[in-house]
């Protein structure tokens, strides 16, 4: 009862610090306040003379230039992927598979000039689908908290393009990508919607999408019809950019732009566009260049523009939200920040703006005028809500608009009476200027990246592997070995660190490519050497259990332990090289063939870990009617002679010398540990799993340095017990000395932890976070999202896992006096060996044990309490910082992430050492009474 | 004044003035921009601090060796003959400690596939202000060893065994906390794999001096009641 009281007093640690991390983490990240109004179709600013009923479509604000539009949304278009460059040679063009596939908008542009339009289409961060989907309908900015909600998308609340679409009557066709659906459900007249979150599936929604589209736009009864392609963004996601996979994919796409364009009628305009690009990787997500610059190309029949395009420029997506308000003729939607792009909007076929300079502009500056009205119109509506916006640029702005007000308010009877056309023009293009900057203010303001330094930290992970190194480095005189064995492991752990998206000069270690991507000669290599590791992580753990004799007899734990582990590893394997196999080949299996390896990784070990938990003992208790000499004897394993010799002897000193033959227990000495080793072999087996053939080896490190490192923290606990009370130590739990776990050994066991996050391929920020592990061992869509979820979760901190789950090994391994003490004793103390109780003697002060353990997890939640609180002070001394949401705000987030994990499999390991301890009770309530007097 | 303790205020003094001669040499190396700038010619200035301290090095062992009052501690008292050979063990010794310090600069995080030159060159800087100092003032002496390092250097009684701890464990420190800027991204030209180091080294070596050329005079005047200081 003593265990779960302190149980619970954890968890109110646990819970108070969380919940303080959390009150902060709220405060920190503001989220974006929504302003839930929508724009009407009769707004008081829109002009009357602006509605030039007569001709064209009757529109809202402004007449409607088109009647239909195309949207076709290709998931991770990058602009690079657009570009045609007509001298790439034939063997450059072999070698770079992405380049100069969409020839289609290179020719659009070439015959048609005036009729096509092409740009670069700058996302704003975080690059994830969903966050891009709700930028281009409402064309209002993404918060840094939304990112986390890809999972879970959910309706859009404000105003946006396709409720502004149905308000007016239009009827909107969408194929593709289902997140439209959970963001816009019951909008549309007609939907063919795909999964979109199995990035392993490249065909599935494209070849959905072509089976329908073509027959859909040759109807008359849509007005706009949006297809969302998948196929380039899975193909990056799995191949990366310069695979062959590629080039079929974008031809694909070539194919699917030049037939629309051919089908399209006169008053039907194109978009097609992407909503992020890709790093060389094929991932997506943070706010690298190459990320951010998406490409889009404008297309329709008719003339669109004035002057033929001569360079390429930048705009930004939400940009494309009023753009194609006012050229439908609908009002823009009500948060939207982006500006219109003036190229579209300074031809006009019904008012002769091909030979008026003048009229050119004077249409250009009608539309910019409705668009920062509507700008102004929800900064002032945001203002009243929340505060955060500064007053004195406000101020700024309403001023400009009111100059722009008056200035056009002289102008316009000029341009009616038809005077001096330079001074007009000249006029109407001060105004121009003074809305475009007005509307690239706003959008400043509202990102709030107009302060801070530019000082940033970069490479955090170095110094903490420093921080190990001088740990270890601890001038133990007889432990250098033992020291430099320990640094060639967290040296080599080195290999598989990612590189952050700063480091440009950085290059990733060819571990974190898919096996299928890697060149031939490498991959094999990279496999078999992935299978050693494995097999070595089981073979180790097995043979160390063996040695200490916990593998003797049938019971239910020990088979398991003998049988679980090398199933398990056999099936990783097989996975492993499932995922090497080319996807042609891939594609002939069905999905269910695909995920059954993993499957049963998961199914093995889960009942493995069941077992373990009813069953936690390793021993075995051998027949008492056999004397000890033949109990030797029977055992033809050499191994385990020694433990059975050792346990003997401590049952036989234990017991009153005229009693009957004692009990001969195997595995006793190592009770306790023999039960976390498996308990933490079994989970990093899943962990191997999930991390992928790539990176498995690093937890094949963690293991060797989890075992050097207990090790010599052993000697160093017998160093300070021999320090402290001068002979008799072995007694020491029986009397009650202060020795709970050293500080230096929790500090030593949170820096591994951290170190092995980093060295199985993560770092703190977003886009480090290695999406495609949900998808080890499920194939096809989720229907919630809690399992996904955990597994990238264990995936990510499979390190701090590994090495939280393993600290109560801090309190039982010193009392095994191991291999280090040994070598750390002189010859004449081996004599008291035999004596050798091993982490039995804990049992017998139950109450001191609990406290120990107690101290122990404290001590590890409070330290990395301490470093999420230090964190938290530097988001929040950063705050205003340039770079505060690419380092900070993702570090305070992964760092209560790493606290949460922690906390938990702390709390987790606490309660499974409560159970072994009530099994062993129990066990030793079985023993012949003689024995029982050990136990208090 | 007794020769001893004369000897003593003399050792303090020459620490401390080195202390400041090899301080000055490690901000010369990064302020100047010239033919001695080590962010320009790496090698050749980390060539020139191997030089200085050799030099500083020796000059207090003929200082030892000259001045030194021999009624104190009459434990050097060597046969000539067996004096070849201990020079010759001193000399691989000092041949083999590069390669170790170039190891374990390697496990503590230095490049293994480039810039082995630099590395080197820290390796050899760090061995002639481990190595050279324990060889030049201890000898081949391996209880003297241990005892300097293991025991607390409050036990020791030579002077200059407490030169050789204090020097010693300052430069190890200095030049591992010599790497705390290179990740940081100041972008100044000395935050590059070795050159912070070997200011960290230097500057640790230095103040290893300065605290020997304090506690000595000291510990002497702790154990003598000499009333000097």
Redesign the interface.
């Known amino acids: 009862m003593f265990g779960i009281k302190l149980f619970a007093l954890m968890c109110i640690t646990f819970s108070l610090t969380l919940m303080g991390a959390l009150v902060f983490l709220k405060g920190f990240l503001l989220s974006r306040t929504v302003v839930e109004q929508a724009s009407m179709c009769n707004e008081d600013f829109v002009l009357k003379a602006d509605d030039h009923s007569g001709h064209g479509i009757k529109g809202c604000w402004m007449h409607g230039r088109f009647k239909r539009a195309i949207i076709i949304v290709i998931d991770a278009l990058k602009y690079d992927f657009m570009v045609y460059n007509e001298s790439l040679h034939s063997a450059e063009y072999a070698n770079s598979p992405f380049k100069n596939n969409l020839k289609v908008i290179h020719d659009l542009a070439k015959r048609h000039p005036a009729h096509s339009l092409a740009f670069k289409f700058i996302a704003d961060p975080p690059t994830t689908t969903l966050q891009r989907l709700k930028g281009l309908t409402t064309g209002s900015l993404p918060t840094f908290v939304d990112a986390g909600a890809n999972f879970q998308s959910a309706e859009i609340t404000e105003d946006n393009i396709i409720d502004q679409m149905r308000r007016q009557n239009k009827n909107i066709i969408f194929l593709g990508d289902d997140t439209w659906m959970s963001l816009f459900p019951n909008r549309f007249y007609k939907h063919y919607e795909f999964p979109s979150f199995d990035v392993k599936d490249l065909h599935t929604v494209d070849n959905g999408i072509l089976d329908h589209f073509y027959e859909e736009i040759q109807r008359p009864d849509w007005d706009i019809a949006i297809a969302h392609f998948l196929g380039v963004d899975h193909c990056g996601h799995r191949y990366g950019p310069s695979n062959d996979a590629m080039r079929n994919k974008l031809l694909q796409m070539n194919d699917v732009i030049r037939n629309v364009t051919h089908q399209m009628h006169q008053d039907t305009i194109l978009f097609v566009m992407g909503d992020h690009g890709m790093t060389r990787t094929g991932d997506h997500g943070g706010d690298s260049s190459d990320e951010l610059e998406a490409g889009l190309f404008i297309y329709s029949p008719t003339q669109i523009t004035s002057s033929e395009q001569t360079e390429v420029a930048a705009i930004s997506q939400i940009d494309f939200v009023p753009t194609i308000s006012l050229l439908l003729g609908l009002p823009i939607p009500f948060s939207n920040l982006g500006m219109v792009i003036p190229e579209l909007f300074s031809h006009c076929p019904w008012w002769d703006t091909d030979t008026h300079e003048v009229r050119r502009v004077y249409h250009r500056v009608k539309a910019l005028r409705l668009n920062v009205l509507q700008i102004n119109r929800y900064l002032q509506a945001y203002d009243e809500i929340a505060s955060d916006l500064p007053d004195n640029i406000l101020k700024d702005l309403q001023t400009k608009i009111r100059q722009a007000e008056d200035e056009l308010k002289q102008v316009v009877p000029d341009l009616v009476s038809g005077g001096h056309p330079e001074r007009i023009l000249k006029q109407f293009q001060n105004i121009e200027k003074i809305y475009k900057l007005y509307a690239h203010t706003a959008k400043e303001t509202c990102q709030g990246k107009k302060t801070g330094g530019t000082q940033k930290v970069v490479r955090k992970q170095k110094s903490t592997k420093f921080d190990v190194m001088h740990f270890v480095g601890n001038p133990i005189t007889k432990s250098g070995m033992m020291a430099v064995s320990i640094c060639l492991v967290l040296r080599s752990a080195h290999m598989f660190y990612v590189c952050r998206e700063e480091q440009s000069s950085c290059k990733d270690s060819f571990f974190h490519a898919p096996l299928s991507t890697v060149d031939k000669a490498f991959a094999n290599q990279r496999y078999v050497f992935s299978l050693v590791c494995l097999a070595m992580m089981v073979y180790f753990v097995r043979q160390w259990l063996k040695y200490y004799g916990n593998m003797t007899g049938s019971e239910a734990g020990v088979i398991t332990m003998r049988y679980a582990p090398p199933i398990a590893a056999v099936c990783i394997g097989l996975y492993w090289a499932l995922q090497a196999v080319p996807e042609s080949a891939l594609e002939a299996l069905s999905p269910w063939q695909q995920a059954v390896l993993a499957q049963a990784v998961y199914m093995v070990v889960i009942l493995a870990l069941s077992v373990i938990f009813i069953w936690p003992l390793l021993v075995y208790n051998h027949p008492t009617s056999l004397s000890p000499g033949a109990a030797i004897l029977n055992q033809a394993d050499l191994t385990s002679v020694i433990p059975n010799l050792y346990n003997k002897l401590k049952v036989q000193l234990s017991s009153s010398p005229k009693d009957q033959t004692p009990p001969v227990v195997y595995g006793l000495g190592t009770v306790y540990c023999a039960s976390l080793v498996t308990f933490v072999s079994l989970v990093s087996l899943v962990l191997a799993l999930l991390l992928g053939d790539g990176v498995a080896p690093s937890l094949a490190l963690a293991t060797v340095s989890l075992y050097l490192c207990l090790e010599m923290y052993s000697a160093i606990v017998a160093i300070t017990h021999c320090s402290n009370e001068h002979g008799s130590q072995d007694e020491d739990y029986d009397t009650d000395s202060d020795t709970g776990p050293l500080f230096s050994g929790l500090v030593m066991l949170n820096l591994l932890s951290s170190t092995f996050f980093y060295a199985t391929g993560h770092q703190a920020t977003i886009p480090s976070i290695r999406f495609e592990s949900a998808y080890t061992g499920f194939y096809g869509n989720f229907t919630n999202m809690i399992l996904p979820g955990f597994l990238i979760w264990l995936n990510t901190f499979a390190g701090p896992v590994f090495f939280v789950l393993a600290s109560p090994l801090l309190i039982t391994w010193p009392a095994l006096k191991g291999v280090m003490r040994w070598t750390t004793q002189d010859s004449e103390k081996r004599q008291q060996q035999k004596t050798w109780q091993g982490d039995f003697k804990l049992f017998n002060n139950g109450i001191k044990f609990r406290k120990d353990m107690f101290q122990l997890c404290c001590g590890i939640i409070t330290i990395s309490g301490l470093k999420l609180f230090s964190a938290g002070c530097a988001a929040a001394l950063h705050r205003r910082h340039l770079m505060v949401w690419k380092i900070f705000a993702p570090r305070l987030v992964y760092e209560v992430a790493f606290f949460l994990t922690t906390s938990v499999c702390v709390m987790l390991t606490y309660l499974f050492i409560l159970r072994v301890d009530k099994a062993l009770n129990k066990f030793v309530d079985s023993l012949p009474s003689n024995s029982r007097d050990k136990r208090v | 004044m007794k020769a001893q303790e004369k000897f003593i205020v003399l050792i303090s003094v020459a620490c401390f003035l080195s202390a400041t001669l090899i301080c000055g040499l490690a901000i010369t190396l990064v302020i100047n921009d010239g033919v001695v700038s080590i962010v320009k010619n790496t090698l050749p200035a980390i060539k020139l601090c191997v030089g200085a301290i050799c030099a500083q090095c020796l000059f207090i062992w003929l200082f030892n060796w000259r001045c030194r009052p021999v009624d104190s501690l009459n434990k050097n008292q060597v046969r000539v003959s067996s004096q070849a050979l201990t020079i010759l063990k001193c000399i691989g010794i000092l041949f083999i400690a590069p390669f170790i310090f170039h190891g374990?600069a390697?496990?503590?995080?230095a490049p293994f596939f480039e810039s082995t030159a630099q590395t080197y060159h820290f390796a050899v800087l760090l061995s002639s202000q481990v190595c050279l100092p324990f060889l030049l003032f201890l000898g081949l002496d391996l209880d003297a060893w241990?005892r300097v390092?293991?025991d607390n250097s409050s036990e020791c009684i030579d002077p200059l065994e407490q030169l050789v701890y204090y020097t010693s464990i300052c430069s190890l420190l200095g030049g591992?906390l010599g790497?705390?800027p290179?990740?940081?991204?100041?972008d100044r030209p000395w935050q590059v794999w070795p050159i912070s180091c070997v200011i960290g080294a230097l500057l640790g070596y230095a103040v290893g001096l300065l605290l020997s050329s304090i506690v000595i005079p000291r510990q002497y005047r702790a154990r003598h009641k000499f009333k000097f200081f």
């Open positions: 374990i390697v496990l503590f995080g241990l390092f293991t591992w790497a705390v290179i990740p940081l991204d100041w």
